[in-house]
């Protein structure tokens, strides 16, 4: 499994930013597996955004729940974020990435997942 995500250019605070992640090598339908949207800012660990399951239901950090957005386009085999006014400390690498078996682990802990993107730098800045 293979996921490859996009970068937004440049993105100014109060602005909308919109990301994807393109996984190949199996259908992100795929029953069990859960697919995550991670960031790290500079010198900070890494955050759990938020995740989409196989089945299309979708979970939220309570801190980011109402900025953040979590989509997905079956047919395209690609999950998407958006996440509302952007501020300089979303500044971060954004990372997707993926595990099999989500109900049987802590979704929310980074080290959880299997699968991840490279990753794609986010500035927010004037």
């Known amino acids: 499994v293979l996921l490859h995500e996009s970068w937004p250019g440049l993105v100014k605070p109060s602005q909308t930013l919109s990301l994807s992640c393109t996984v190949s090598g199996g259908p992100i339908t795929t029953y069990s597996y859960y697919w995550a949207w991670i960031r790290q800012p500079p010198v900070k660990e890494l955050e759990w955004m938020g995740a989409?399951?196989?089945?299309?239901?979708?979970y939220y950090s309570p801190s980011l729940k109402s900025r953040t957005t979590i989509s997905r386009d079956s047919a395209k085999n690609t999950m998407y974020l958006e996440m509302n006014s952007q501020k300089p400390e979303d500044t971060a690498v954004y990372y997707c990435?993926?595990?099999?078996?989500?109900?049987?682990?802590?979704?929310?802990?980074?080290?959880?997942?299997?699968?991840w993107g490279k990753g794609t730098q986010v500035t927010v800045t004037s």
């Open positions: 990435a993926g595990v099999y078996g989500g109900y049987t682990i802590p979704l929310t802990d980074p080290s959880s997942y299997y699968y």
């Open positions: 989409i399951a196989y089945s299309g239901s979708t």
